[in-house]
């Protein structure tokens, strides 16, 4: 089974662009979550999206958005790009969307590496 | 709130020796806890987690961690480091593996 795919892989854009990141979750994965990593730091949680609808929001300014297609794919979307934006951008499918206490095992995608120049 | 304290930002050990990677959380509530690996250029590989069975964790490649609550401490080890350990390593926690809240990562270099 293909696991959670990502595109594009690799990204270049310059102060004040848009950006557009693609994500493909494991067949039967209906939970869309994305991370941002930079450089030297851990992820950190930017949204959750679960049957089409938002589940999750970290502290990310309104920038940043995202939705969740009917095949549960989703797309996120930067506006306003800064330098402090060049990241490793995680995709991670799960499941369902679990309550608190109920687990829920994420699989991460291999990212898309945003550059801002 | 959940936070994650990762002791070390850089581990280096000899092939062979033991692998120590320490992780401490903060967490209002018994969690889940996590450790990811991280290969140059790649994304996120589940290494073992803890979901309130067995405190010893056994996971993938010879790791294995310990949950201890008197301690909030997680950490991860391997009896014998390999070349091919050599990677970053992510703990994180979460209250139901939503929404994950990771470390700031440990980069383990296995001397040879």
């Known amino acids: 089974d293909a696991g959670v795919t990502q595109s594009p892989t690799h990204l270049i854009k310059t102060r004040g662009q848009h950006v557009t990141l693609r994500c493909s979750p494991i067949s039967g994965h209906k939970s869309v979550s994305w991370y941002q990593q930079v450089l030297g730091q851990g992820p950190q949680f930017i949204f959750q999206y679960y049957e089409k609808e938002e589940r999750g929001r970290g502290n990310f300014p309104d920038r940043f958005s995202a939705r969740q297609f009917p095949n549960y794919s989703s797309e996120l979307n930067v506006n306003a790009l800064l330098l402090g934006d060049s990241a490793l951008y995680l995709c991670?499918?799960?499941?369902?969307?679990?309550?608190?206490?109920?687990?829920?095992?994420?699989?991460f995608g291999p990212g898309t590496r945003l550059t801002v120049l | 709130a959940q936070s994650v304290t990762q002791l070390g930002s850089h581990v280096s050990v000899s092939e062979g020796a033991l692998v120590l990677l320490r992780c401490n959380y903060s967490?209002?509530?018994?969690?889940?806890l996590f450790w990811y690996v991280q290969y140059p250029n790649q994304g996120l590989q589940l290494l073992l987690k803890y979901t309130s069975a067995a405190t010893l964790v056994k996971g993938i490649n010879g790791f294995e961690a310990e949950f201890k609550k008197s301690e909030t401490s997680f950490h991860l080890t391997k009896p014998s480091a390999h070349m091919s350990d050599a990677a970053e390593y992510f703990c994180a926690v979460s209250k139901s593996g939503n929404k994950l809240v990771f470390g700031a990562g440990t980069i383990l270099r296995v001397k040879s």
């Open positions: 991670a499918s799960s499941k369902r969307s679990a309550r608190d206490y109920e687990y829920n095992e994420q699989f």
């Open positions: 967490s209002s509530v018994p969690p889940y």
